[in-house]
């Protein structure tokens, strides 16, 4: 299994930004994916981002389209979140995830994931 060391999170004034890291312990799956989910107390886990480890598939999901940014450094198994113009209902933990198929936005299909960290946006 796939350990994942997150880093980046903060408190941070609405409309600013934070960017996030995700290094990957060992390979994981060339076929597979990389993902960012959040979740509030209270609240579902939420899909944020996703992007194929091979490749340059990504996928955004409906709160991170037009602010927030995907990518990857292959060389470093390392992933990224860049989250710009920041709100205060982006305040949760911010997890990554890796697993064996697609870009998917369901949780249940990302094998391991990362300990959170928290990202708190302040009016």
């Known amino acids: 299994q796939v350990q994942l060391a997150e880093s980046g999170g903060g408190l941070v004034e609405a409309g600013n930004s934070l960017e996030l890291s995700c290094e990957a312990s060992?390979?994981?799956?060339?076929?597979?994916?990389m993902a960012w989910f959040r979740q509030s107390p209270g609240k579902e886990r939420e899909f944020v981002a996703s992007i194929s480890v091979s490749g340059g598939n990504n996928w955004l999901g409906d709160s991170a389209k037009g602010r927030f940014a995907i990518s990857k450094d292959s060389a470093k198994n390392t992933m990224y979140l860049q989250m710009n113009n920041l709100r205060p209902d982006d305040t949760a933990v911010y997890y990554c995830?890796?697993?064996?198929?697609?870009?998917?936005?369901?949780?249940?299909?990302?094998?391991?994931w990362s300990q959170g960290t928290q990202v708190t946006v302040a009016t």
């Open positions: 995830a890796t697993g064996a198929g697609g870009t998917t936005a369901t949780a249940t299909a990302y094998q391991s």
């Open positions: 060992g390979r994981p799956s060339s076929s597979g994916a």
